[in-house]
């Protein structure tokens, strides 16, 4: 998530992605305020940082993750600081086009998302339904395969039957 000050809302923005295409950036790099451009210039380099670490860190089977895949990974968003696990499947552009023109997107819409997730893609990233005890209804995003540890369709059907076990 990214925050800062901008110019034509007059107010805070919450941008609630996990990384940003360098168009991305500088968009909202040009809409922040002054004062509020360091700190979301500070915020960009933390993530890439974090992004270059992940790369590094994967491992060549989680560098294969790929659509259709299932996986799950520990998530540490407790305030006792204990984790919960996350469990979910690796979704297509397909999966994801399907999904934005339900919910209204036009064609040029989609197409941006498609070429948004298949640079993510090259960097690591992967397009995600993910499962928690904390959001057992699941949700859409996106997830670093360094964060991801393969399991089995019986493995995740597993967990889904014991409710996102933490």
Do not use: C, N
Not at 30 to 43: C, F, K, N, V
Not at 131 to 140: C, N
């Amino acid at each position: 998530m990214f925050e800062y000050e901008s110019r034509s809302r007059g107010g805070t923005v919450l941008v609630d992605m996990e990384w940003l295409m360098p168009d991305e950036e500088l968009l909202l790099l040009d809409d922040a305020t002054d004062a509020s451009r360091p700190d979301l210039e500070g915020q960009f380099r933390l993530i890439h940082a974090l992004e270059a670490q992940w790369q590094l860190a994967a491992t060549p089977d989680q560098r294969a993750i790929a659509e259709g895949d299932f996986y799950t990974m520990p998530i540490d968003l407790l305030p006792d600081g204990g984790r919960v696990q996350a469990y979910g499947r690796i979704m297509g552009s397909g999966q994801l086009a399907t999904r934005e023109k339900v919910h209204g997107a036009d064609y040029r819409e989609v197409e941006a998302l498609l070429a948004r997730l298949d640079w993510g893609a090259s960097r690591g990233w992967r397009y995600v339904e993910a499962f928690s005890a904390g959001v057992p209804e699941g949700e859409y995003g996106f997830i670093h395969v360094a964060r991801m540890s393969r399991i089995s369709q019986a493995d995740f059907e597993t967990a889904r039957a014991a409710r996102w076990p933490r």
